[in-house]
C-alpha cells in the first residue's frame, strides 16, 4: 500500500464512542506514560514537527485524539497515563476511555505501546500490557529515548524490559529515537503489516 505520510492532519478529538469517526479506515492506537515520547513519535513518523503536540504539560490532553493519514490510515493518540496530578475520579474517566476504545473498535489493528528504553517498565507499563495481551489486541512495542543509552548497552535495557513485561515474542520490539530516527524504518514496516 502506497501511503502519502505527508498528507495527515488531526481529524477529530473523541471522549466516547459516539464521536469515533465512522467508517472502515484502519487505525492504529498509541499509548504510553506521560512524556514517554508519544508525540514525538508521532511527528518523527509523519515527519513534522509539531503535528502532535510535544507538550511540557503532560496529562494535559485526555481525549482520544485522531490523526487521518491519507485517508488510508489512523493514527489515535491515546492520552498518557501514569500522571500522578490528577484526581481519582479523573483517572476512573480516563480508564473508561480507553477501555471503551480498546475492547470495542473494529476498527484498531494494533497498539504502539511505548516504553522508556532507559528504565525498567512502570507498574502503569506492565498493566497496560497486559489487558492488551488479555484483549488480543496485537502489540508493537517501542522503546524510545535509545539515543539516551550507549549502543553497547541496548540489547541489556531491551532484555530487561521484555523481562518485566513478559514480553510476548510475537509481538514486535522496536528501539526507536525521534532525535536520531533510529527505528524509523522498523516502525513504518511493523504498521504497515498490521494494516494490509
Ligand atoms: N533524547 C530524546 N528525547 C525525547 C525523545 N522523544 C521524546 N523526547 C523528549 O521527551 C519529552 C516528552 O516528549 P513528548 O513527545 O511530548 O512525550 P509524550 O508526553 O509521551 O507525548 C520532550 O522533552 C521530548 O523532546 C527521544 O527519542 N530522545
Ligand atoms: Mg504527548
Same mark, same amino acid.
Given at each position: 500500500?502506497?501511503?502519502?505520510?505527508? #498528507?495527515?492532519?488531526?481529524?477529530? +478529538?473523541?471522549?466516547?464512542?459516539?464521536?469515533? !469517526?465512522?467508517?472502515?479506515? !484502519?487505525?492504529?492506537? @498509541?499509548?504510553?506514560? +506521560?512524556?514517554?515520547?508519544?508525540?514525538?513519535?508521532? #511527528?518523527?513518523? @509523519?515527519?513534522?514537527?509539531?503535528?502532535?503536540?510535544?507538550?511540557?504539560?503532560?496529562?494535559?490532553?485526555?481525549?482520544? #485524539?485522531?490523526?487521518? /493519514? $491519507? $485517508?488510508?490510515?489512523?493514527?489515535?493518540?491515546?492520552?498518557?497515563?501514569?500522571?500522578?496530578?490528577?484526581?481519582?475520579?479523573?483517572? %476512573?474517566?480516563?480508564?473508561?476511555? /480507553?477501555? %471503551?476504545?480498546?475492547?470495542?473498535? %473494529?476498527?484498531?489493528?494494533?497498539?504502539?505501546?511505548?516504553?522508556?528504553?532507559?528504565?525498567? !517498565?512502570?507498574?502503569?507499563?506492565?498493566?497496560?500490557?497486559?489487558?492488551?495481551?488479555?484483549?488480543?489486541?496485537?502489540? /508493537?512495542?517501542?522503546?524510545?529515548?535509545?539515543?539516551?543509552? !550507549?549502543?553497547?548497552?541496548?540489547?541489556?535495557? %531491551?532484555?530487561?524490559?521484555?523481562?518485566?513485561?513478559?514480553?510476548?515474542?510475537?509481538?514486535?520490539?522496536?528501539?526507536?529515537? +525521534?532525535?536520531?530516527? $533510529?527505528?524509523?524504518?522498523?516502525?513504518?514496516?511493523?504498521?504497515?503489516?498490521?494494516?494490509?
Amino acid at each position: 500500500m502506497e501511503i502519502n505520510t505527508h #498528507n495527515a492532519e488531526i481529524l477529530l +478529538s473523541a471522549a466516547n464512542k459516539s464521536h469515533y !469517526p465512522q467508517d472502515d479506515i !484502519p487505525e492504529i492506537a @498509541l499509548a504510553g506514560r +506521560s512524556n514517554v515520547g508519544k508525540s514525538s513519535f508521532i #511527528n518523527t513518523l @509523519l515527519n513534522r514537527k509539531n503535528l502532535a503536540r510535544t507538550s511540557g504539560k503532560p496529562g494535559k490532553t485526555q481525549l482520544l #485524539n485522531f490523526f487521518n /493519514i $491519507d $485517508d488510508k490510515l489512523r493514527f489515535v493518540d491515546v492520552p498518557g497515563y501514569g500522571y500522578a496530578r490528577v484526581s481519582k475520579k479523573e483517572r %476512573e474517566k480516563w480508564g473508561r476511555m /480507553i477501555e %471503551e476504545y480498546l475492547t470495542s473498535r %473494529e476498527n484498531l489493528r494494533a497498539v504502539v505501546s511505548l516504553v522508556d528504553l532507559r528504565h525498567d !517498565p512502570s507498574a502503569d507499563d506492565v498493566q497496560m500490557y497486559e489487558f492488551l495481551k488479555y484483549y488480543d489486541i496485537p502489540v /508493537i512495542l517501542v522503546a524510545t529515548k535509545a539515543d539516551k543509552i !550507549p549502543r553497547g548497552k541496548w540489547n541489556k535495557h %531491551e532484555s530487561a524490559i521484555k523481562k518485566k513485561l513478559d514480553f510476548d515474542r510475537n509481538d514486535d520490539f522496536i528501539l526507536f529515537s +525521534s532525535v536520531t530516527k $533510529d527505528g524509523l524504518d522498523a516502525a513504518w514496516d511493523a504498521i504497515l503489516s498490521k494494516i494490509q
